[in-house]
């Protein structure tokens, strides 16, 4: 789904949710996502956008969701832990005045002193804070293009359609054919000849032709 308003994203009370693969954008300057009042659920695979609003999440009353794999951006706050979260993981706040407020999140949350799948800067956790690289976010286009730091950085133990490791944000990015080598090793022998070793293979099986 795709909601842009120009009020509250999205009030979750008293609820076991399943929110995914949702484009949820405020133009007005409003918050995001609150959840509270004891909710729990999944909140996975989602893109927020705000335009300087209060906060991206807000988090409280006894709530436990599973926050995994959004993008979060544009707000005062990412994310605000009023509640004991116990799992708020791969996730991309980007742009957003404050990273993280609140005593609920986990420990060494937004630490970026580790590196994740594909070697970017993170947190314990796999929560980064990079430019998305949106395909054409000035006309509403905000899937993902290559190369994304969002490309293959969601949770391990999710694959997205394309046999890949899941990607961050509402909609994955289909890496259809991928193509690997060796790298020559230095020399000075300007004759020749050498050899480079090349691949090319389909994740999700598809017939592949190649030329080098």
């Not at 009023?82 to 609140?102: E, I, K, M, Q, R």
């Not at 420990?107 to 970026?112: I, M, Q, W």
């Not at 790298?183 to 099986?205: C, F, K, N």
Request: with cysteine; hydrophobic share 35%; net charge negative.
């Amino acid at each position: 789904n795709t909601v842009d308003v120009q009020w509250n994203l999205m009030y979750i009370d008293n609820v076991m949710m399943d929110v995914r693969n949702n484009l949820l954008k405020n133009s007005s300057g409003y918050y995001g996502v609150q959840i509270q009042n004891t909710s729990g659920g999944f909140f996975w695979n989602n893109t927020i956008i705000g335009n300087s609003g209060e906060y991206g999440f807000w988090v409280d009353d006894y709530s436990n969701p599973e926050i995994v794999n959004n993008i979060v951006q544009g707000f005062d706050i990412g994310i605000k832990g009023d509640a004991d979260l116990s799992l708020v993981s791969y996730n991309n706040f980007y742009d957003n005045t404050l990273y993280f407020t609140g005593d609920g999140l986990p420990n060494l949350f937004g630490e970026l002193y580790s590196v994740n799948n594909n070697g970017d800067d993170s947190d314990v956790y796999g929560n980064i804070s990079f430019d998305p690289n949106y395909a054409d976010p000035e006309n509403g286009d905000y899937t993902l293009s290559f190369p994304s730091p969002c490309i293959n950085a969601g949770a391990p133990s999710l694959i997205d359609p394309d046999g890949t490791i899941s990607d961050i944000g509402y909609m994955p990015f289909s890496v259809n054919v991928v193509i690997g080598h060796t790298p020559l090793g230095t020399t000075i022998d300007t004759d020749g000849p050498y050899a480079v070793t090349a691949s090319a293979i389909s994740p999700v099986g598809f017939d592949v032709t190649a030329s080098v």
